[in-house]
């Protein structure tokens, strides 16, 4: 059964074909990867499906519901969250308050909320559990109270995965969750995926460069390149794949 | 940090606010009715000042145009008195209510605009409405439209009673504001001031509370309109198309303190009592103005709400713990 398929998406900037004739398919319940030298548009893929840039031709489904004319905000609804590739958190809140603020699409209606009524109060109190549930799951409990631009860059990735589980999705856009992290960071983060996916039945779709960490973690691996896909499969299959080796080769002479 | 801590409401900074409510509402018995006059002006600029904080201090939103706001509510009060014999009470909601109105249109038409240029818009927009009210003959321009004296239910007051008026629903101006402020909305308004695309992507629409804060910040200054109509009984244009009104407002919130409510009060009573106290020099005010400003920009860019939590913070937080800056 699949969560997420994506087909033919193409989409176009000047005269350069960012991606061309795109497909993939997330299956329910694995953990698949993206991956490609740089500029392969692994992102621009990312913000299509998160809604954020615009398809010029193509299908992108979730279950039922096609995307063409779904935006953003109304993503969290249908159970799907995201994080950025170089994390967008809010540079002023606590952590507390960022997972709060993940949690938006779970709040008491407007009017309540903005009147302090019993009702909005208590749910208020609810979301407050449940983001230290969360923060918990993720390993940031004892940060609750700091300002996140305070916070070391490898906490501030996991707020960002806070953020985006706070919601309560079922699946996850992982853009380079462990871009910038060290061994140990990235072992950790690996970790809490792996929890989420097996313990949570959370899905995921991940972009990432880190070889290492894509060949442990995802169950099923598309690769792209120049926009297109070249290969997609196991990770066993992807390592001896001679298309996938030479582009990333090439990327190698190149730099 | 507890989380329950987050719900918990600051026993210091409610004591500081009892204190203050109570001093206020004794002082017009100690003081003659110039100075309670005085105060109410004061209100009122700090009730405008906390309007406009919401917007920019608040969800990060950039105007220079609340004038215009300030001026639908002045005028809306004015016309139903002179058309339809309503006085204080009816203004007050209708000139909010019509502000309001106009302040969620105007943040739909600016959505798109951002930084400078949302700015620029909104400052288009208090041209607009000083141009309107010059020109319309029904606001009657320069010549104006005067006022009945100030009743609620027929029973006329003066000027110590139009204090109560201004303290009473500056209070409640600062309870709802502080409401809104502490509320999932008040988070996600902060929420889009920091970052848009991870408001989205948790779940914000951008178009719903971008609009919203327009109206309520339009709403409130709206309010302070209307009581400023009612302060001197009279509203023309040479008042209300002045475009430096709108600056005024920008300066009590940045001098202030952006988002913080205690700093829309420092800032209000700053751009009220300065002018005042320097009132043989004039035009020395306003430079004073400009400099302080300034100096606030380069050394203190958090306002006078941040220097007032520095020293609270140096001397009686032991005991005190007052948190005057955000929120």
């Known amino acids: ?255 | 940090m507890n989380s329950r801590e987050v719900l918990k409401v600051n026993k210091a900074n409610l004591l500081l606010a009892f204190i203050v409510l109570g001093g206020l509402l004794i002082l017009p018995f100690f003081i003659e009715s110039f100075y309670a006059s005085l105060l109410s002006m004061t209100y009122i600029y700090i009730i405008a000042a906390i309007g406009v904080n919401i917007l920019t201090g608040y969800t990060g939103l950039v105007t220079v145009g609340h004038g215009g706001f300030f001026a639908i509510g002045a005028y809306t009060s004015a016309l139903m008195g002179q058309y339809l014999g309503t006085s204080l009470l009816p203004g007050l909601f209708a000139g909010g209510i019509t502000a309001g109105i106009v302040g969620f249109l105007l943040g739909f038409i600016f959505l798109r605009l951002a930084g400078a240029f949302l700015a620029i818009g909104t400052l288009g927009f208090a041209f607009a409405i000083g141009s309107i009210i010059n020109n319309w003959p029904v606001f009657e321009g320069r010549e104006g439209i005067t006022l009945a004296p100030n009743n609620i239910f027929g029973f006329e007051f003066g000027d110590v009673g139009f204090y109560y008026v201004c303290l009473i629903t500056g209070a409640l101006i600062f309870l709802f504001a502080w409401s809104i402020i502490r509320s999932a909305i008040g988070r996600a308004f902060m929420a889009v001031r920091d970052s848009e695309r991870a408001s989205e992507a948790s779940g914000i629409n951008l178009r719903l509370y971008k609009t919203l804060s327009f109206a309520i910040s339009a709403a409130f200054t709206g309010v302070a309109g209307v009581l400023f109509a009612h302060h001197t009984n009279y509203v023309s244009s040479e008042t209300f198309a002045d475009i430096w009104i709108s600056v005024d407002f920008l300066v009590a919130v940045v001098v202030g303190g952006q988002a913080s409510l205690a700093g829309s009060m420092l800032g209000g009573a700053f751009v009220v009592l300065l002018p005042y106290y320097l009132s043989e020099l004039r035009d020395f005010a306003s430079i004073l103005k400009g400099v302080v400003l300034i100096l606030v920009l380069l050394f203190a860019p958090a306002g006078l709400a941040s220097i007032f939590q520095k020293f609270f913070q140096k001397t009686v937080f032991r005991v005190f713990p007052v948190k005057l800056d955000e929120r």
Request: proline share 4%; net charge negative.
């Open chain 1, 1 to 255: 059964m699949s969560n997420l398929i994506a087909k033919d998406i193409s989409v176009y900037f000047g005269g350069l074909a960012a991606l061309d004739k795109v497909s993939l398919e997330v299956l329910e319940g694995s953990i698949t990867g993206l991956i490609g030298p740089n500029g392969a548009g692994k992102t621009t893929f990312f913000n299509c499906v998160s809604r954020f840039q615009h398809y010029i031709s193509g299908i992108l489904k979730h279950g039922n519901r096609d995307f063409r004319r779904t935006r953003p905000h109304q993503l969290v609804k249908l159970g799907i969250s995201r994080t950025f590739q170089n994390i967008n958190l809010f540079n002023s809140r606590s952590t507390l308050d960022n997972i709060l603020i993940g949690m938006h699409s779970h709040i008491a209606n407007p009017f309540s909320a903005m009147l302090s009524l019993p009702g909005a109060l208590k749910r208020e109190r609810y979301l407050l559990k449940q983001a230290e549930k969360i923060a918990d799951i993720v390993g940031i409990k004892d940060t609750l109270g700091e300002t996140v631009n305070s916070l070391p860059y490898g906490i501030q990735k996991r707020v960002e995965l806070a953020r985006a589980l706070a919601s309560n999705p079922r699946l996850l856009l992982l853009d380079e969750p462990v871009a910038g992290c060290n061994e140990e960071e990235t072992c950790e983060l690996i970790d809490i995926i792996n929890y989420l996916n097996k313990e949570m039945n959370i899905t995921v779709l991940l972009v990432e460069h880190d070889m290492t960490m894509v060949m442990s973690v995802c169950t099923y691996i598309y690769v792209l390149d120049f926009g297109k896909n070249i290969a997609d499969g196991v990770p066993d299959e992807i390592q001896h794949n001679p298309a996938v080796i030479e582009a990333y080769l090439g990327e190698q002479n190149v730099s």
